[in-house]
């Protein structure tokens, strides 16, 4: 038996002289000197105790060493958890006690506060890129560049990915080999990705975006990626005359129009842009083509599936939508119980197919409430195909509106809000009020130098939208508050207007 993974992605790099990772101090590893690193890192893992089935969580800087132990942990037949850098320790402490992992490697910045945890859930500490006992470099330094992988199937788990948490308990996604193996060939294959693509890779590395998209992509097809630590503006732009290809979420584009040095000229080398982890609005996708001569490519994916849909490679890439299931992917938008048949017609979109993960760690009640017996996984994303069958993201099941007895999808108001003078996004909630259950509530983001009124806005939007689904009430904010991968944070929103139509407001 094989290993399934490494072979497709890691083996490969085996003598491979030209350069891997492409850094922006302008160091060059070659895939043969990161398998060679990958190698060392599945050793000092050995060393350390680790053995296939145990889990390996990792919450430090994007760096080659930390995907090198992803590689590492995939050889051995662990279970890669990455875990975001922003999590707290009192997070982290549900993460490693739920998990229960045989080794944590964290910042060295970081080793304080967190070997009491490492300790109280019995997993070995390290630190990654630090001098003394707990150094993880230290541990790699003399240890064999080769590694015999150990046999790993479809089946067999290889990462868990713990959901954001926004209500209740955080949930641990299962993913398999076949999962993560089987996205990335329909994506390589969808998006056109070849050895000669030079991917320009600013995401972190703790999230499916990053690692399980754009990392896995670029390893199996055997390219180049400009591996930034993060979405720096100057290195981005110093970066794209090289590159072909890049990934990001909304806020990168966003950035990057905003500065005049952002041009045509700079990005004629380049093939693809991608969007996603958040909803890319329609004013930036056209803003980005009347710039560039791109359109953006649009697509749609959750921590427990990957990727589902996309926009076209060749063909029309529709500003507000995801495009169509992938390859191999079935889809489905149910309502009260039945799929949806008519265009326009929203519901909660359902999934199923080879990327659809395995369940969530340690919780089978959650498991046979979100994932059917029959393979289709309930995504709690509400949807809608339009009439030639291109997928639109209305928002999340959690996130409808129900003010007086009708439902209210946030996009639809959003949409309308976006397209006001002066206004560069919105986002709509609901919040309890006394006489409607609900009433629609919007938070207003002007443009830049732009002194926005939020009644004008809503004046501007009376005729145009139902009026029960106009708000009833809108506040201007100089940003709205999201999370690492751009995504706007609405409960964080209903939390803080909470009490908005519960008293009188001047």
């Not at 080659?64 to 942990?73: F, N, R, V």
């Not at 560049?145 to 150990?150: E, R, S």
């Not at 409607?436 to 939007?461: N, R």
Request: proline letters at 6%; hydrophobic letters at 45%.
């Amino acid at each position: 038996m094989t290993n399934m993974l490494y072979d497709a992605l890691f083996a490969p790099l085996a003598g491979r002289d030209r350069g891997f990772l492409l850094l922006d101090d302008g160091r060059e590893i070659s895939g043969a000197a990161f398998l060679a690193m990958v190698a060392r890192a599945g050793h000092a893992l050995q060393a350390a105790g680790l053995r296939a089935g145990d889990r390996v969580a990792v919450q430090v800087a994007k760096s080659p060493e930390a995907l090198a132990i992803y590689g590492a942990s995939v050889a051995l037949g662990a279970v890669f958890l990455p875990l975001n850098t922003a999590y707290t320790p009192v997070e982290l402490d549900y993460f490693l006690g739920d998990a229960t992992p045989a080794v944590f490697l964290c910042d060295p910045a970081a080793e304080a506060a967190l070997a009491p945890l490492a300790a109280r859930h019995g997993a070995r500490l390290f630190t990654l890129d630090a001098a003394g006992a707990g150094s993880f470099a230290a541990a790699m330094a003399d240890q064999p560049g080769t590694l015999t992988p150990a046999p790993r199937g479809e089946a067999d788990l290889a990462a868990i990915l713990y959901t954001s948490g926004t209500t209740g308990r955080s949930k641990g996604a299962m993913l398999t080999q076949g999962n993560l193996l089987s996205n990335a060939r329909v994506l390589a294959d969808l998006w056109r990705f070849t050895a000669e693509d030079v991917l320009l890779h600013a995401l972190p590395i703790f999230h499916t975006h990053g690692l399980f998209v754009a990392s896995n992509i670029s390893l199996l097809t055997g390219g180049q990626m400009i591996f930034l630590p993060g979405f720096d503006l100057e290195a981005v732009l110093r970066a794209l005359p090289r590159a072909t290809a890049m990934m990001g979420v909304p806020t990168f584009y966003t950035r990057l129009l905003d500065t005049q040095r952002f041009t045509r000229d700079l990005c004629a080398g380049m093939r693809l842009f991608i969007s996603g982890s958040a909803p890319l609005l329609a004013e930036t996708h056209r803003a980005f083509a009347e710039r560039t001569g791109h359109r953006i490519l649009e697509r749609y994916g959750m921590t427990e599936t990957n990727m589902n849909t996309s926009n076209p490679y060749d063909g029309d890439r529709r500003p507000g939508t995801v495009g169509f299931p992938l390859p191999g992917v079935a889809l489905r938008i149910m309502a009260e119980g039945a799929e949806v048949t008519g265009p326009g017609e929203a519901g909660v979109i359902e999934v199923r197919g080879p990327n659809v993960f395995a369940g969530y760690w340690q919780m089978p009640e959650k498991t046979a409430e979100e994932l059917r017996p029959d393979g289709w996984f309930i995504t709690g994303d509400i949807g809608r195909r339009d009439e030639d069958g291109y997928v639109q993201i209305v928002g999340r099941a959690k996130d409808l509106v129900i003010s007086g007895g009708f439902n209210i999808y946030p996009v639809e108001v959003e949409a309308e809000l976006d397209a006001q003078p002066g206004v560069l996004e919105s986002a709509v909630v609901g919040l309890p009020h006394p006489d409607f259950g609900e009433a629609v509530f919007a938070v207003l983001v002007a443009q830049k130098g732009v002194a926005l009124e939020a009644q004008t806005v809503l004046d501007g939007i009376r005729d145009r939208l139902a009026r029960f689904k106009q708000p009833k009430a809108a506040v201007v904010v100089a940003a709205l508050p999201r999370n690492t991968m751009g995504k706007v944070q609405k409960a964080e929103l209903r939390k803080t207007y909470a009490g908005w139509f519960a008293t009188p407001q001047a």
